[in-house]
């Protein structure tokens, strides 16, 4: 089946046969929207006209039989009441001939007919009803009732007749006005029938047409491909259907072409890649049995210098207690000098032993209870929290996998730095709480100390930095540094928390445990579900363990000796409290 020139481009023989079908659908919509709205019409006759006049109609002979009735009861009792119905039936008798004539614009053989009954139904009031009354009022029943012939019957009855002529137009009207539905209902489904043709042949049309312009072409065009795509780079690939195919198939072979000429540039940056990589792949094994040799050199080297230094060390703290004195003031001085200075190398050596050790000499990750490592931290802290008169509070904290004496000994470098650098006339204190951030706890160490400068944020975790004098804070600088080499080992990363309004607060993230992600998930979706249920908006607080917000419960230390009720559950010492004092 072809559509148009054949040279056409596919957009335009597609657009030709829209163009056609649309023209035939709009025609078809066009006539069965007329059809629909004459079968609205004739619709509307039946429900607003032919069914209100049938009611009417109906309704106007009960008020001649009601009139009718009204008089034949008073000929016979003489009583007004009884003339009650023939006069509330004349009044609905004008008002349904009224309202019946209002519906009868356009339809003259029912207004004559109800022309007919009006006229009749005058005529029998004028030469019956009206006669019967003026008798029965002013002669008795009996005048009246010599009125009431047969006569006066039949012309009752012409009445009636007149009434059931009416009806019966009315019904036949009705009757026309159902076949005129009947007939257009019929048109619109035969509209609908021939729309539904012409977008079935359409359809096949256009199924034929993309079968021989768009799937043959592409088909082929696709056998091509693979074949240049298994290998046969030199295979000319040659288009056929339409212009836009072929200008297709013409790119696709300038591709083939190019790809072909660019294999042996391939071939070549691939050889040099392959030496390149094997070159860094050597550099990195030499790499890193440099970083072994170091690891081990750094270790031997520290634990050697012990004994030479341990050994001045002791000899200086001899001389200074056997000579103290003796000497001039200059001599007593230097002395003091020898001891501090093989203090601090002892010091210095110690903690370079300590980093070094860190992921060399493992036990293997276990599952740590963080609430037990506080306790540990607070029981080896205990001396500085009592010099300084510090309080040592934590929050839930979570089961996690690591190293047991690591983690004590991170968090013990986070408590005893903030214990350290504390404000002065001001008691230190110190707050350690956990939160779930996606898959990892993000652990905080919070203190009321003197802080950290934004832009020394990141120099702190540099070993061996300080940002201070030794005589104004002692120490080495290298327990920050230990600090981040435990979290990097334990999978996270630690940073200083700059955005705090008082004190310090530094935190480090470690991986939670499937089962606490999962069950955080699980409370979340429940609390999702629950304030969907009930209206209510999330507080947005962040949560702790188990969703509850972080708080600090019962007392430890010198207190907690006195209160058996603040002892550790099953181990679990978290939501304690170490004060100090």
């Excluded at 309704?59 to 009139?67: I, M, P, T, Y």
């Excluded at 519906?103 to 009954?117: F, N, S, T, Y």
């Excluded at 100390?449 to 020394?456: C, L, Q, S, V």
Aim: hydrophobic share 45%; glycine share 8%; proline share 4%.
């Amino acid at each position: 089946m072809r559509l148009g020139n054949p040279n056409w481009t596919l957009r335009r023989q597609v657009a030709l046969l829209l163009a056609v079908v649309t023209l035939i659908l709009v025609g078809l919509a066009g006539t069965a929207a007329a059809v629909a709205a004459q079968n609205r019409n004739q619709i509307d006759a039946i429900l607003n006209k032919t069914g209100p006049l049938r009611v009417q109609a109906q309704e106007l002979l009960s008020a001649l039989l009601d009139q009718e009735t009204a008089i034949r009861g008073y000929a016979v009792s003489g009583d007004l009441a009884d003339l009650t119905p023939y006069d509330d039936g004349v009044k609905l008798e004008r008002e349904r001939i009224a309202s019946m004539r209002a519906l009868l614009d356009g339809d003259p053989a029912i207004a004559e007919d109800l022309d007919r009954v009006e006229a009749r139904a005058a005529q029998w009031r004028e030469k019956v009803a009206v006669p019967v009354i003026t008798a029965t009022g002013e002669d008795g029943p009996d005048a009246g009732q010599a009125l009431v012939t047969d006569r006066a019957r039949e012309q009752f009855d012409q009445v009636r007749a007149a009434a059931d002529d009416l009806q019966a137009e009315i019904l036949a009207t009705r009757e026309r006005s159902a076949a005129d539905v009947r007939r257009s209902s019929n048109q619109l489904a035969v509209l609908l029938i021939v729309a539904a043709a012409v977008v079935a042949v359409a359809g096949i049309a256009l199924v034929l047409s993309l079968d021989r312009m768009v799937i043959r072409p592409l088909t082929d065009l696709a056998t091509q491909v693979r074949e240049v795509a298994e290998g046969d780079y030199q295979h000319r690939i040659a288009g056929s259907g339409p212009p836009e195919f072929i200008h297709l198939s013409d790119d696709v072979d300038a591709m083939r072409r190019k790809i072909a000429k660019d294999l042996d540039e391939v071939r070549e940056a691939r050889e040099r890649i392959e030496w390149v990589n094997s070159q860094l792949q050597k550099q990195a094994e030499e790499l890193t049995r440099s970083n072994r040799d170091l690891e081990q050199f750094a270790y031997v080297a520290s634990h050697d210098l012990q004994e030479p230094l341990r050994k001045v060390a002791s000899f200086c703290q001899l001389l200074q207690r056997r000579y103290a004195g003796q000497l001039d003031e200059r001599a007593d001085q230097y002395i003091a000098f020898a001891v501090d200075g093989a203090q601090r190398m002892q010091r210095l050596i110690n903690d370079l032993l300590a980093f070094s050790r860190i992921g060399r000499l493992t036990t293997g990750f276990t599952e740590v209870d963080l609430n037990k490592v506080m306790g540990d931290v607070a029981g080896q802290t205990e001396a500085a929290l009592q010099y300084a008169d510090a309080e040592l509070t934590w929050g839930e904290l979570p089961v996690i996998r690591g190293e047991e004496p690591l983690l004590t000994n991170l968090l013990a470098n986070l408590v005893s730095n903030s214990i350290k650098f504390r404000r002065p006339d001001v008691p230190p204190k110190v707050h350690v709480s956990a939160r779930l951030v996606g898959d990892e706890w993000e652990i905080s160490c919070q203190d009321n100390g003197i802080g950290i400068e934004p832009e020394f944020a990141d120099k702190i975790f540099v070993i061996f930095q300080r940002l201070h004098a030794k005589d104004a804070y002692p120490g080495t600088g290298i327990g920050l540094a230990i600090v981040k080499k435990i979290v990097e080992y334990h999978g996270g990363h630690v940073w200083v928390d700059t955005g705090t309004e008082e004190g310090t607060a530094i935190r480090f993230t470690l991986p939670a445990l499937p089962e606490d992600v999962e069950a955080a998930t699980r409370e979340s979706e429940a609390a999702a579900q629950a304030e969907a249920a009930d209206g209510t908006a999330a507080t947005g607080e962040p949560a702790g363990i188990d969703g509850q917000a972080e708080d600090v419960g019962a007392t430890a230390g010198p207190e907690s000796a006195e209160r058996p009720d603040a002892a550790s559950v099953g181990g679990r010492t978290g939501a304690m409290k170490e004060t100090v004092g």
